[in-house]
């Protein structure tokens, strides 16, 4: 359990008189459980999982085989209004949640976020454990390499892009004969055979043949030559750092590789479609056969060209093969969470593994995921995308609210990360407290469109005061118990503070479930993008260039127009502009282009300028972030 600084006191309203400690110093005071007796308690067998050191482990998927009769638990997702740059604290809610139900109110309950990248760590945001008394820990392992996951994905990913390139290179100055007498050489007898990689591409072509010798003349040419249009090539590499100078680069200027020069960029490790396909894949099966069917380019007569065809989907599921299991640590007051996957809310689905959930749905009497950003980014995609595949039915969404995101919606001063706050978000204000309520009503119309109670959790700051706190309660009694608000202070109180929300969600989830998805997948493209835009942002209409009208007539004719929609647009507003606080109307959503993430399982359309490099700021978090030599404790973390 939790052992609590000594310095710490619980601060009134506009009357803080001494500093929290800060979440580094927290996370370093608990007592940890040593990871056996976590998986003990949950009911693992030692076969079931790998340790990785004394306080993590990997679960292995096996466990569903032995659980596969056990009836599932409550399943809750936890979203927030819209949030400010700053954050409004939806991990921490989760995570004080979870302590709530299980360290206070003796139920059994699990965890399920995902993996921070490496990118906010060091960059604006910082780390991703959750805060003061409600994280996760260990809290260094938690924000930094942890147990690999993403090591794996960055050199899976960049696995496939050298094994294209290099594709493209070597057809470029050899003949058809010669590709095929390297793709499968000859022994001394005469003999050929086809390698493991090269299955999947004669299964691609629709060739039956299992003899080399046997093709026809057009069959090697088919099958040994990719013939891909570089134009077309969508695969990038990958880095899990912040590096806005790779946003654009030229590779093969070596003189070996002359005139091969290649415009390309990278993209951050949580943004390649590798993080998507494990965090929506069911089984390590399901995780190879979407890897394979990932599309990265064209052919030059418009065909896709996927990780299959070069050959490459099973080394890469090779590199990623321990990946498929969830990482298992604890809450600092010992519930168990599962840390998995981590695909940004803004251009992936933004939400933690199928596996995880489900692992944790047989374990547990409450699963508590969290879902990236608003309900109009991570909850939509977590109930359009994520359900979709696992079939896993929701029972409650959490929305996570603060005094201080109400005043921005309600007409306060722009909020800006690293900058001091207004005067508005430190002292009591009613009236924009009451306008920005308008946010919070949308969100809840949102989950509600999708069948789901919603439970609102006011994460209380100490500049709140009673007055303020009051408006939101009585606007939420007023609303007729469709929004349930409650106020919590977890944060500073961990478990105890969220026992109050925890028997909200209860009796919430003791309801009967009405979930149900916004759209079918048998619909045309534009009516489910135009479905999202209207019921979900509140848009009038939508606007596509020509570029993304010409993509989906591509993609309806290649048989992509069943998959799901994964919406890439800002999360700082409902609208596609940041500048449009509160509830906009009257806008239209622009699509300026439509990728598709084959593997993974949906077609992504962008919305504005969406970067899938990050950039890093003046000053950095890597600023505050350091060893102490003689003890080997992590500063600086948060």
């Not at 608003?374 to 109930?383: A, L, P, Q, R, V």
Request: contains cysteine.
């Amino acid at each position: 359990m939790t052992k609590k600084p000594d310095n710490k006191i619980i601060p009134t309203p506009l009357n803080r008189k001494t500093p929290v400690p800060s979440d580094i110093d927290i996370a370093q005071e608990a007592t940890l459980k040593p990871i056996t007796q976590v998986a003990e308690e949950l009911g693992l067998l030692p076969d079931e999982y790998d340790q990785y050191g004394k306080y993590i482990a990997k679960v292995s998927p096996s466990v569903l085989k032995r659980l596969q009769d056990v009836p599932d638990g409550k399943y809750i997702d936890v979203t927030a209004i819209t949030p400010t740059p700053l954050g409004e604290g939806k991990t921490t809610t989760t995570v004080g949640l979870s302590q709530a139900l299980g360290a206070h109110l003796g139920k059994r309950v699990f965890t399920a976020i995902r993996q921070p990248s490496q990118g906010p760590t060091f960059g604006i945001k910082g780390g991703a454990a959750g805060g003061g008394y409600s994280q996760v820990i260990p809290m260094e392992e938690f924000n930094l390499h942890l147990t690999g996951d993403i090591h794996a994905i960055t050199a899976a990913n960049n696995l496939i892009a050298a094994a294209v390139e290099t594709r493209m290179y070597h057809e470029t100055y050899q003949s058809d004969e010669a590709l095929f007498d390297r793709l499968c050489p000859p022994d001394e007898d005469g003999n050929r055979e086809f390698g493991i990689a090269m299955k999947g591409r004669l299964k691609n072509l629709g060739i039956t043949k299992t003899d080399p010798n046997e093709l026809t003349d057009g069959e090697r040419s088919r099958f040994s030559r990719l013939d891909i249009d570089r134009s077309t090539l969508t695969w990038r590499r990958a880095t899990d750092t912040n590096d806005r100078l790779l946003r654009e680069i030229t590779v093969g200027q070596s003189p070996t590789e002359k005139d091969f020069d290649l415009k390309t960029s990278f993209y951050i490790s949580v943004a390649s479609e590798l993080m998507a396909v494990l965090a929506l894949s069911t089984s390590l099966d399901d995780m190879r056969e979407r890897i394979g069917k990932i599309v990265l380019a064209r052919d030059t007569q418009g065909r896709p060209v996927t990780v299959e065809d070069v050959g490459v989907a099973g080394a890469s599921t090779v590199l990623m093969k321990d990946t498929i299991k969830p990482t298992l640590m604890q809450t600092l007051e010992g519930t168990p969470v599962f840390v998995h996957a981590g695909p940004f809310a803004n251009i992936a689905h933004g939400n933690s593994s199928i596996m995880a959930d489900m692992i944790g749905l047989k374990l547990a009497d409450y699963v508590i995921t969290e879902s990236g950003f608003g309900s109009d980014m991570g909850m939509e995609k977590f109930f359009g995308i994520k359900c979709r595949y696992s079939g896993n039915k929701p029972d409650v969404v959490v929305l996570v609210a603060t005094i201080r995101a109400l005043k921005m919606h309600g007409g306060g001063p722009k909020v800006t990360a690293g900058a001091p706050l207004a005067p508005e978000y430190e002292n009591e204000n009613l009236e924009l407290v009451r306008k920005g309520m308008e946010n919070v009503k949308a969100h809840c119309s949102n989950a509600h469109k999708f069948g789901v109670p919603v439970v609102l959790a006011l994460n209380r700051f100490y500049t709140d005061t009673d007055a303020e706190i009051d408006v939101v309660l009585n606007q939420c009694k007023a609303s007729g118990n469709i929004i349930t608000g409650v106020v919590t202070n977890h944060w500073e109180e961990g478990g105890e503070g969220a026992v109050e929300l925890a028997k909200a969600v209860i009796k919430a989830s003791e309801e009967p479930s009405n979930f149900k998805f916004l759209y079918p997948l048998d619909i045309p493209i534009k009516d489910k993008i135009e479905t999202i835009a209207k019921e979900i942002y509140g848009a009038e209409g939508v606007d596509y260039s020509p570029k993304a009208e010409s993509q989906i007539e591509e993609y309806t004719k290649l048989g992509y127009d069943n998959l799901p929609i994964c919406m890439a647009k800002t999360h700082l507003s409902l609208s596609h502009d940041p500048s449009l606080k509160g509830r906009p109307a009257g806008f239209r959503i622009p699509i300026r282009e439509i990728n598709a993430s084959i593997g993974a399982g949906f077609l992504y359309p962008i919305v504005g300028p969406i970067r899938l490099m990050p950039g890093l700021p003046t000053r950095p978090a890597y600023y505050d972030i350091d060893i102490e030599l003689d003890t080997g404790r992590i500063l600086g973390l948060s």
